[in-house]
């Protein structure tokens, strides 16, 4: 099988795709990170690829990178907050921040509107980010569009370290602009390294499953630019994806699929009520009696993946729904007066996190350009 990363993918079993794609697990790994997290810990992150250097940077407090990227498109959502709170960690573990909108790669295979995908970036991305908890020091929000002369460069010298046929067994099927936006996405993950960002140092890259050749590809030319760059291969974690409210994959285009960041809190617990697949049995007798499945409850995968940090807290919801003592309606109430508070909180945030965006949007110089 070949992972496309301009359609996504859904994952049903992580364990086969880790194995099947050389991702490794990353559960004896995190132990050695100081700070512990949710992420790690209830395998939200589950994999990655030559993590080990980061760990060792982090541990050494030498300096190293956290490189993602984002394709703007509709609203910021519960899927989006996890990937988020991926930035924050690293950012707070020492990370310098580099966060590429993916203008480029966004207008040449969806089609997408230049000057409205940016706005989306600022308006949904950069200003939930900035209210999520990242901060400017050391971030550098760009735009694809707007990178420096040396990372342009640098996106089209990597054409003399591969092949077509190459590109052709990473990809499957390819186009003019899936080439570029792919060359355009290795420069994105190398230029971190470039001597006018301080020369070579670990890169982190935390992405989706559906980026894994995007990867690949790129550790494989940075290790063919060695002589001429020195490149340390970057290395990359790969995060689950949230499920959508109705199971299934959460997409921006479904406004019944998820809980944007923006919606009011009376919205979301409506959502909630309505659409969240519930593990739950037909009738409240049949619940008692044979109790539902916490398993496939997406009420019980948001806590677990975003809402409830208390682990003993967690086991007991999952305990009681499992028993029966745990109704259907008194498990999504759970959720939803966490989900109504962090909103609260997070949408006053926004407002403040608005007057901020200059700080971290890099303006390249007219010179340098
Ligand atoms: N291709 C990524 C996506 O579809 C976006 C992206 C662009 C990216 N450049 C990147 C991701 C660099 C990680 C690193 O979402």
Same mark, same amino acid.
């Given at each position: @099988?070949?992972?496309?990363?301009?359609?996504?993918?859904?994952?049903?079993?992580?364990?086969?795709?880790?194995?099947?794609?050389?991702?490794? +697990?990353?559960?004896?790994?995190?132990?050695?990170? +100081?700070?512990?997290?949710?992420?790690?810990?209830? =395998?939200?992150?589950?994999?990655?690829?030559?993590?080990?250097?980061?760990?060792?940077?982090?541990? =050494?407090?030498?300096?190293?990178? @956290?490189?993602?990227?984002?394709m703007p498109s509709g609203?910021?959502?519960?899927?989006?907050?996890?990937?988020?709170?991926?930035?924050?960690?690293?950012?707070? @573990?020492?990370?310098?921040? *580099?966060?590429?909108?993916?203008?480029?790669?966004s207008?040449?295979?969806r089609?997408t509107?230049?000057?409205?995908s940016?706005?989306l970036?600022?308006? %949904?991305?950069?200003? =939930?980010?900035?209210?999520?908890?990242?901060?400017?020091?050391?971030?550098?929000?760009?735009? %694809?569009?707007?990178?420096?002369?040396?990372?342009?460069?640098?996106?089209?010298?990597?054409?003399?370290?591969?092949?077509?046929?190459?590109?052709?067994?990473?990809?499957?099927?390819?186009? /003019?602009?899936?080439?570029?936006?792919?060359?355009?996405?290795?420069?994105?993950?190398?230029?971190? %390294?470039?001597?006018? =960002?301080?020369?070579?140092?670990?890169?982190?890259? /935390?992405?989706?499953?559906? &980026?894994?050749?995007?990867?690949?590809?790129?550790?494989?030319?940075?290790?063919? @630019?060695?002589?001429?760059?020195?490149?340390?291969?970057?290395?990359?974690?790969?995060?689950?994806?949230? +499920?959508?409210?109705?199971?299934?994959?959460?997409?921006s285009?479904?406004?019944?699929? *998820?809980?944007?960041?923006?919606?009011?809190?009376?919205?979301?617990?409506?959502?909630?009520?309505?659409?969240?697949?519930?593990?739950?049995?037909?009738?409240?007798?049949?619940?008692?009696?044979?109790?539902?499945?916490?398993?496939?409850?997406?009420? *019980?995968?948001?806590?677990?993946?975003?809402?409830?940090?208390?682990?003993?807290?967690?086991?007991?919801?999952?305990?009681?729904?499992?028993?029966?003592?745990?109704?259907?309606?008194?498990?999504? &109430?759970?959720?939803?007066?966490?989900? %109504?508070?962090?909103?609260?909180?997070?949408?006053?945030?926004?407002?403040?996190?608005?007057?901020?965006?200059?700080?971290?949007?890099?303006?390249?110089?007219?010179?340098?350009?």
């Open positions: @099988m070949k992972i496309d990363p301009w359609k996504s993918i859904e994952v049903k079993d992580y364990s086969k795709t880790m194995k099947e794609f050389g991702i490794d +697990p990353i559960a004896t790994l995190y132990k050695n990170l +100081p700070l512990k997290s949710i992420l790690f810990s209830r =395998n939200v992150i589950f994999g990655h690829k030559d993590f080990g250097k980061i760990i060792d940077a982090i541990k =050494n407090k030498e300096p190293f990178v @956290m490189m993602t990227g984002l609203k910021f959502h519960l899927g989006h907050k996890i990937v988020a709170d991926i930035m924050v960690y690293f950012q707070k @573990m020492g990370a310098e921040c *580099y966060i590429a909108v993916a203008d480029i790669e207008n040449l295979t089609n509107n230049r000057e409205e940016k706005k970036a600022i308006d %949904q991305y950069l200003i =939930n980010y900035i209210a999520l908890g990242l901060k400017s020091k050391k971030t550098k929000f760009y735009f %694809q569009s707007e990178g420096s002369i040396e990372y342009n460069n640098l996106s089209k010298y990597v054409a003399k370290r591969t092949t077509f046929n190459e590109l052709k067994s990473i990809y499957g099927g390819l186009s /003019p602009e899936k080439i570029i936006s792919a060359f355009t996405q290795v420069a994105d993950i190398l230029h971190p %390294q470039l001597k006018e =960002n301080g020369g070579p140092k670990p890169v982190v890259v /935390p992405v989706g499953v559906d &980026q894994l050749p995007h990867i690949n590809l790129t550790r494989d030319i940075a290790s063919r @630019m060695k002589s001429e760059y020195n490149f340390i291969l970057p290395s990359a974690t790969f995060n689950k994806m949230l +499920p959508g409210l109705k199971k299934g994959k959460m997409s285009s479904d406004s019944t699929s *998820y809980i944007a960041l923006t919606d009011s809190p009376e919205e979301a617990a409506n959502k909630i009520k309505k659409y969240a697949f519930s593990g739950g049995r037909s009738t409240i007798k049949e619940h008692r009696e044979k109790g539902g499945n916490p398993d496939i409850d997406v009420s *019980y995968k948001y806590l677990e993946m975003l809402f409830e940090p208390d682990d003993k807290k967690l086991k007991k919801i999952y305990e009681d729904y499992r028993s029966g003592a745990l109704l259907t309606g008194e498990l999504k &109430q759970i959720l939803i007066e966490k989900v %109504q508070k962090f909103l609260k909180d997070h949408q006053k945030k926004r407002q403040k996190a608005k007057k901020q965006v200059d700080k971290f949007i890099v303006k390249t110089s007219p010179k340098k350009r």
